[in-house]
């Protein structure tokens, strides 16, 4: 049967249904590519598309990489003028070597350009921001070193780092083992002691760092590793195994992963090398003050012991070249670090309450890296610190902002001779 539209008016429900499964997958596409694009410019990551990779199109004016103290105090200085992201491999800010730091401040430890940060760094200490912190940042400790029959000469080494501002003294060695009951008297036959040896509080530094940042328009984001830097016109892409986010200038304090951002920049390599560092926390002799007791350490190794929350935390001093890890203890190490701290001093050890190491990481001179890659634009360090990168923080990080705002090296960097050379990465090259 057909009716005038020359229709077979018989098939037409099939036609129709025809028709309706066409319009359906129609609809059905058109579905999925608005769900598509309203995933891809306005909705969070959804639970069925999290391996995709989301692009941020803010354009930062500065990416840290890396929360650690370096890269705190950095973001703290640089959002005061500019746009900043920190990013953090870790779930926490200062997991590595920042939270495994002895946390000791002197003007007196290490080469001459690291002496010469860290006596910039002490105003800041003594005298913080205002706001910037609760609670003072250092208290007093005191450093007393010794020596072992034969080797009273090695102690002439610190003694020439006396200065006016910051004494180190000779004292009798009656007075040392009155001081610090611990010591072995036959096993002490020099003493000289640095009164202005402090404690730094390394947590309320790193969390009033962070704060800070924060308060100044910051961002901060963790448990992102990076897996790629690229630099297309003028600006950086820096991505995460979920995300990119872009900025114009990319600050790397990845501490002792930074010789590997480097590399995925396509900058320079600095020759960054990881060392271990062990300790211990062991109960304290019952006639022990740890309230009162100074640092103590040994001329004949480059061990020490530090009173630490009522109990001692000993370290062999040892710099084993590591890859970059979270690094553990060696099993032998603690062994025979048990056994060096009950030949050389009267601490019985009952138990380690305690262990664990730390990364500490170096170029070949021991100074930090900080400025300008030479290769790539825009690509600046801030790496190298050794175990000095918590006492030469505020200055540091005062002088990389003034560099990646366009500005000269602080006056006071001026003034002590330094200049942006002597922290350069082309020194290294």
């Given at each position: ?5 020359g ?13 309706s499964h ?5 609809s059905m596409?058109?579905?999925k590519?608005?769900k598509y694009f ?11 598309m999290?391996s995709?990779r989301k692009?941020?199109f803010?354009?930062y004016d500065?990416?840290v990489?890396?929360a ?5 105090s ?8 500019g746009k900043?992201?920190v ?10 070597s920042?939270?495994?730091s002895?946390?000791?401040f002197?003007?007196n430890y290490?080469t001459?350009?690291?002496?010469n ?13 205002e706001?910037?912190t609760d ?6 400790r005191g450093?007393?070193?010794i020596?072992?029959p034969?080797e009273e000469a090695k ?8 200065t ?10 009656e007075?040392a083992i009155?001081m610090v009951?611990f010591?072995?008297?036959?096993r002490?036959?020099?003493?000289i002691y640095?009164?202005?040896?402090t404690?730094i509080q390394?947590a309320?530094?790193l969390q009033?760092?962070l704060?800070?940042?924060?308060n100044r328009?910051?961002?901060i984001?963790t ?7 690229s630099h297309?016109?003028?600006?950086w892409n820096v991505?995460?195994?979920k995300?990119?986010?872009q900025?114009?200038t990319?600050i790397?304090a990845a501490g002792?992963?930074?010789?590997e951002i480097?590399a995925?920049?396509g900058?320079?390599h600095i ?5 271990r560092?062990t300790?211990i926390i062991?109960d304290?002799?019952?006639d ?5 007791l100074p640092c103590?350490?040994?001329a004949n190794?480059?061990?020490?012991i530090k009173p630490?929350a009522?109990k001692?935390?000993?370290s062999?001093?040892?710099a084993?070249?590591?890859?970059p890890q979270?690094?553990?203890p060696d099993e032998m190490?603690?062994a025979?670090?048990?056994d060096?701290v009950e ?5 019985p ?7 664990w190491?730390?990364?500490r990481?170096f170029v070949?001179?021991e ?16 790496a190298?610190q050794g175990?000095f990168g918590i006492?030469?923080a505020p ?7 003034a560099i990646?705002l366009g500005h ?8 002590s ?6 922290l ?6």
């Open positions: 049967m057909a009716c005038s539209l229709i077979d008016i018989s098939s037409l429900p099939q036609m129709l249904s025809e028709l066409k319009t359906f997958i129609v596409h058109l579905i590519l608005a309203n995933y891809a410019y306005r909705q969070p990551m959804r639970s069925s999290r995709c692009v941020h803010v354009i500065f990416i990489i890396g650690g103290m370096a890269g705190a950095a973001a703290f200085e640089l959002a005061e003028d900043v992201l990013i953090e491999a870790e779930s926490q800010p200062g997991y590595h920042t939270g495994r002895a946390a000791l002197t003007r290490g001459e350009l690291v002496r940060i860290n006596a910039l760094s002490e105003p800041f200490f003594r005298t913080p921001p706001s910037f609670c003072p940042l250092l208290s007093p450093a007393l070193t020596s072992a034969g102690l002439d080494a610190v003694l020439s780092l006396s006016i501002q910051n004494p180190i003294i000779e004292m009798a060695v007075d009155a009951s010591l072995r008297p036959d002490t036959s020099r003493a640095e009164v202005g040896v404690d390394v309320s530094l009033s760092y704060k800070g940042a924060k328009g910051a961002n984001i448990n992102a590793p990076i897996i790629a830097l297309t016109n003028r600006v991505s995460t195994g995300n990119t986010y900025a114009k990319v790397n002792a992963w930074a010789d480097g995925l920049a900058a320079s020759g960054l090398v990881a060392k560092r300790a062991v304290a002799p019952l022990c003050d740890t309230d009162k103590v350490d040994f190794s480059e061990a020490y630490e009522g001692l935390m000993v062999p001093g040892d084993t070249p590591t890859p979270d690094v553990q190490d603690l025979v670090l048990a060096w030949r050389e001093t009267l601490i050890i009952r138990r380690i309450s305690h262990s190491a730390g990364l990481s070949a001179d100074n930090p890296v900080m400025g300008y890659d030479p290769i790539v634009p825009n690509f600046v360090w801030h190298g175990g006492m030469m200055a540091l990080a005062r002088a990389l902002a990646c000269q090296l602080p006056a006071d960097f001026t003034a001779g330094i200049s942006a050379t002597d350069g990465v082309s020194r290294l090259l």
